[in-house]
Each structure stands twice: as structure tokens, then as C-alpha cells.
């Protein structure tokens, strides 16, 4: 039985998404879970990108359980919040 080798990733999800060979056999570099991520304009898994805290509107006292952006087809952005309320 051969030891164990440290493989050190410098960029993991580099090489991609795969969902179709085990990952026995995948060589290190693909990806087999990508949450929380996006899809860059060169084709590469990338972060998300944060909000930052606006103090200059409230929705009052009512606690935000959801933020999304809606991309217009004119290339403008709306930005949505859900409350969770009834």
C-alpha cells in the first residue's frame, strides 16, 4: 500500500463542473458540488459577489429572509427583498 500524497489546489473548480465521472478517477481541479457560486464571463466557476449594508432606506423593523437581483433584458438590474411576511 502506497502512502498518501498531499495535492495542493491552487484554484479549486478551475478545470470545472463535473457531475458524470466518479470522483475516484477525476483528477484534482474539477468540481463535483458548486454552491453559492457563478458562472464568469470566460466560462469559470467564480464567487458571488456580497451586498453592502444601505443605511439610507429601511423596510422598518421586519427581518429579511431573502435577497435576489432581477437582470432586465435592457441590461439593468432590480434588486429584490423578501420579509417573509404574511
Known amino acids: 500500500m502506497e502512502p498518501l500524497n498531499p495535492v495542493s489546489v491552487s484554484a479549486p473548480g478551475f478545470k470545472g463542473l463535473n457531475k458524470q465521472s466518479s470522483s475516484v478517477d477525476l483528477e484534482p481541479g474539477f468540481a463535483l458540488e458548486a454552491i453559492n457560486c457563478v458562472i464568469d464571463s470566460f466560462g469559470r466557476i467564480a464567487s458571488r459577489k ?34 417573509g411576511l404574511p
Open 50 to 83: 456580497g451586498y453592502a449594508a444601505v443605511t439610507g432606506s429601511s423596510i422598518g423593523s421586519h427581518n429579511i429572509e431573502a435577497i435576489g437581483e432581477y437582470l432586465k433584458i435592457d441590461g439593468s438590474t432590480l434588486h429584490l427583498v423578501g420579509t
